[in-house]
């Protein structure tokens, strides 16, 4: 029998403490603290401005930050020490993440796409990664595109190639930034049913979104952020059902 170790912040999966970021002198991020649980699916929802994807791409160790640690499991990955951001690559890697815009490497096909990674930084062989990439993106109905080139696909195929891609790292943790706000209303659906699908597999998830009927269905747990502080976080029922904040209700408002 195998016990899970004993991990400094009780059973979290990732801890955000007192995080502040800002670029140059304006604080975008202004002391922030979550701590996410195996298997929970947080949805931030708040203003256009609020440090959501910000926050995302500090978690992602894109980001230089002035105060505060991330931990991963237990084993904390980004640290501000002495105005310098420490970030250990190795436990970055366990994130993946999917950007609002494609990001997908326009001269390689889809398999290129999807094996480049595994190939070139993780060192796994061709065959295998082909192999893998072939069985993903059958399970994503994208078998048929496998060798077609992204300015072939559309805007909700390239969404699915791009969080495959990122699925061929074996991610514990997936973050999405706005994937479906780009899209053409008809496309929004497709993109958001393989997001259910790897929910319902119990990957954890930090999501982004504008969509309250997919925020409604997919998340464990909600943040309501503004101006670079969480305002309210809680379940759903409660926070998009009825918010203690007025903050958060005024926000619900104008989205609904
Ligand atoms: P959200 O995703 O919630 O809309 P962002 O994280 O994109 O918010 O942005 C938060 C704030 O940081 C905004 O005021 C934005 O203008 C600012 N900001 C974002 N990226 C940069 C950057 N590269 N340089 C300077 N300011 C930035
Ligand atoms: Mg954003």
Request: net charge neutral; charged share 25%.
């Amino acid at each position: 029998m195998t016990v899970a170790p004993a991990q400094g912040d009780g059973s979290a999966l990732l801890c955000v403490k007192g995080l502040r970021m800002g670029y140059g002198p304006v604080e975008v991020l202004k002391g922030m603290d979550i701590e996410m649980k195996p298997g929970e699916r947080v949805v931030l929802i708040g203003p256009s401005g609020s440090g959501k994807s910000t926050l995302l791409r500090v978690m992602m160790g894109l980001e230089q930050i002035q105060h505060g640690q991330i931990t991963f499991g237990g084993d904390p990955y980004i640290t501000a020490d002495k105005g310098k951001t420490k970030i250990d690559i190795g436990v970055r890697k366990k994130i993946g993440m999917v950007f609002q815009h494609y990001t997908l490497f326009p001269h390689l096909s889809v398999l290129g796409n999807l094996i480049l990674a595994p190939c070139k930084v993780a060192g796994e062989s061709r065959s295998s990664a082909s192999e893998r990439a072939r069985a993903l993106l059958e399970r994503l109905g994208l078998s048929h595109r496998v060798d077609a080139y992204p300015a072939q696909l559309s805007g909700g195929q390239k969404q699915r190639v791009a969080i495959a891609r990122a699925l061929m790292l074996d991610p514990k943790l997936m973050l999405f930034d706005e994937v479906t706000s780009a899209l053409d209303p008809e496309l929004v659906a497709e993109v958001e049913q393989v997001i259910l699908q790897l929910a319902a597999q119990n990957m954890p998830m930090m999501i982004v979104t504008h969509d309250m009927w997919f925020a409604k269905n997919i998340a464990s747990r909600v943040i309501f952020a503004a101006e670079g502080r969480i305002i309210e976080d809680g379940p759903p029922e409660q926070v998009l059902g009825n918010p203690r904040e007025e903050r958060t209700r005024e926000f619900l408002e104008r989205v609904f």
